[in-house]
């Protein structure tokens, strides 16, 4: 199948209207980014991100307004996967000390349940557990026993065999869950993952991911400045720049704004943004060829001829690759649940602005560079 087969159409006078829309949008995000800034998932700033799985389908609404008063501040509540799947995110990492006393009151309540009157000691408490001292190490094991079953992580503090005393967690997620358990007696979850990240953690986290970007661009910039001439690999990485920064400017501009759109930029986000850099550069490389083998054909023709003229041959391969794979990620996009959506987001628009740059950005900067210092292209 084959489109514009026989397309003949004057790419670079259009350079400059480009270039008005390049800036534009990036003068809207640029804009943005200062007055609002980007919103940073779990990965970046840090924080406690949970995953409950319910037996039956939940209204995330409710479960919502079930966590909001619970003293962990303010927090993300959305479905994960399917409607039994709710993921929370809260930025605390710990307990907040002026509610470690009423988990501690709830898992004794817990115990005093199961064994009503049983004499116990409290002999040491951290940020995130609690360590109980029992009469004799049968009663501990008893102890951890009923509570394991009871969804909470209890443990041995040693293995040695007269050992009477048990550790038991008590994280954001033992919090959530024994509120939840007040408030939602029909339908029973577990907690499937919690993760835990330091706001040290997530600062290392932010500099491996600019970093990552970073040495990427400048090994294509290496890479295509071998292949080709300097000025190519220079056209291509610069667009790669304008891609990129187009498309993270959205992230700021839209956030809050679309409704079931979560622009947080998280991991998954910039592996997002480096699927988007692969992607582009290779539309850029296919034009880049084609140039090369017109230069080497018609050594006597015009630039901006070949450049067109190179525009126009790949034209069908561009739509029809491109075409393809934007329908791909807007199912994605519409049918990937709450947690994939922002990376399809991030692929659909990034794919849009990559082919847009590697016609009107990439190929342009090469013919402003023969046409400014009056240099003859040649391979």
């Not at 700033?45 to 389908?57: A, M, W």
């Not at 956030?255 to 759109?261: I, K």
């Not at 910039?270 to 296919?286: P, Q």
């Amino acid at each position: 199948m084959r489109i514009f087969e026989n397309l003949n159409y004057d790419f670079i006078s259009k350079k400059n209207i480009a270039y008005i829309l390049s800036i534009g949008l990036f003068a809207l995000g640029l804009i943005s980014a200062i007055i609002r800034g980007f919103q940073f998932g779990i990965d970046f700033k840090g924080g406690t991100e949970i995953v409950l799985q319910f037996d039956k389908p939940v209204d995330i609404g409710n479960v919502r307004t079930d966590v909001e008063n619970i003293g962990l501040g303010n927090m993300e509540v959305k479905t994960f996967g399917s409607e039994t799947g709710v993921m929370i995110r809260t930025e605390e990492q710990v307990i907040p000390a002026n509610i470690f006393p009423r988990v501690v009151s709830y898992i004794n309540n817990e115990i005093e349940k199961k064994f009503p009157g049983l004499d116990r000691q409290i002999v040491d408490s951290t940020a995130n557990s609690i360590t109980y001292q029992f009469a004799n190490k049968d009663t501990t094991d008893d102890v951890i026993d009923a509570l394991f079953a009871s969804g909470f992580q209890s443990g041995k503090v040693s293995e040695e065999p007269s050992n009477n005393q048990m550790v038991v967690r008590a994280g954001i997620a033992d919090w959530i869950k024994e509120n939840l358990n007040q408030k939602i007696n029909d339908n029973d979850f577990i907690v499937l993952k919690e993760d835990i990240v330091g706001p040290k953690i997530g600062a290392e986290l932010k500099r491996d991911a600019v970093l990552a970007i970073f040495f990427a661009l400048l090994v294509i910039l290496v890479y295509l400045g071998f292949r080709f001439k300097f000025i190519f690999a220079f056209g291509a990485v610069t667009a790669l720049f304008h891609d990129t920064l187009i498309t993270l400017g959205l992230f700021s501009l839209l956030y809050g704004l679309v409704p079931g759109l979560n622009l947080e930029i998280d991991i998954t986000i910039v592996a997002a943004f480096l699927t988007l850099i692969g992607y582009s550069i290779n539309d850029t490389v296919i034009v880049f060829d084609r140039i090369r083998e017109n230069i080497k054909i018609h050594k006597t023709k015009p630039i901006n001829e070949i450049i067109n003229t190179s525009i126009s041959q790949t034209m069908s391969r561009t739509v029809l690759t491109g075409g393809t794979t934007l329908l791909t990620v807007f199912v994605l996009l519409i049918f990937g649940g709450e947690v994939l959506r922002a990376f399809a987001f991030t692929l659909f628009f990034g794919i849009i602005i990559g082919t847009y740059s590697s016609i009107f950005v990439a190929s342009a900067l090469v013919y402003e560079y023969s046409i400014k210092y009056k240099k003859k292209l040649e391979f």
